[in-house]
């Protein structure tokens, strides 16, 4: 069997040829998406979406607000992860809450935890990214369903809620 | 060698068979790059999730892909440069495979985002159905570099 030369020319043309129907449509279009994509900038979910759909928290990030977070921890649907280190974490804590510190973190502390509960990740609060980093890293290791709790512990302290120290 | 060179033979039956199978493979091209070009926001998302690509390259490719993914299958129905158009497809086809085949190693439980909207997993039965297209791709792809149709 013969393997006969292609037009690579015509390869080329074509993939041009998409990439510049594309970038005009996607510059006039509706549904426009941004050339250069940035890191996903996490959707909020709300407790309802959580109970409703809890399919599809699978292989998405979401955060979750202080309100939901509330939610979930007295309604005990969630068990809450706190990304910290072991000395923040012994400080305080939201209370029931595990520690796993993302900067250590590995595959093996979390290979007896039930894949697919649901869980609560937290940090800090705002300037931290560790609960956003280990609930990716959770994910990557086959947990359906980890949420971020965004406003972490500086959140849940100030308002009051309930702690363990 | 003997019976493959049996099945490319030109002949009738043939002929109407890589025709009928070359507008097939035309028209799931066209359909699936269409669903992808009508909804960026779905596909690009399922790029992302693959984790494939750097996160800032994602849009751009998936915008490119949608787009030469319909016009594969335009040109490919209208009997232009089919050699080329089909080994095109094929080369996309072991990529889109091979995606979903890390994807599963690594545990990842997304979308294979082939269909826009009513895509379906990324999982064993998807890499089994992309054999059966890689397949008849290849046949129809050595079919017509033996009989150059003009």
Known sequence: MKFKELDLMYIVKLIFLSAFLGLIINVFSQKTIPFIRSENPLRNI????????????????????????????????????????SWDYSDGKIPGAINIPEYKFDYEMVELLNKNAIYAVYCGGTDCDISKRLAEKLQKAGFKNVLVFSGGWEEWVSSGYEIDK | MKSINKILRLNHLNKIFFALLSTALGGLFVFSGYQKIIDPVAFSDSVANFRILPTFLVNIFAIILSWLEFLLGIFLLMNINRKENLFLILILMLGFTL?????????????????????????????????FIIMAVFITYLYYSKNPVK
């Open chain 1, 46 to 85: 709300s407790i309802e979406e959580i109970i409703l759909t809890d399919s599809e928290i699978d292989s998405k990030l979401f955060t979750i607000n202080l309100s939901t977070a509330k939610e979930l921890f007295e309604s005990k649907r969630a068990i809450f992860i706190d990304a910290r280190d």
């Open chain 2, 99 to 131: 995606a979903i085949i890390t994807a599963i190693l690594r545990g990842l439980n997304i979308n294979c985002g082939c269909f826009g909207e009513t895509s379906t997993a990324a999982d064993s039965l998807k890499i089994l159905e992309n054999l």
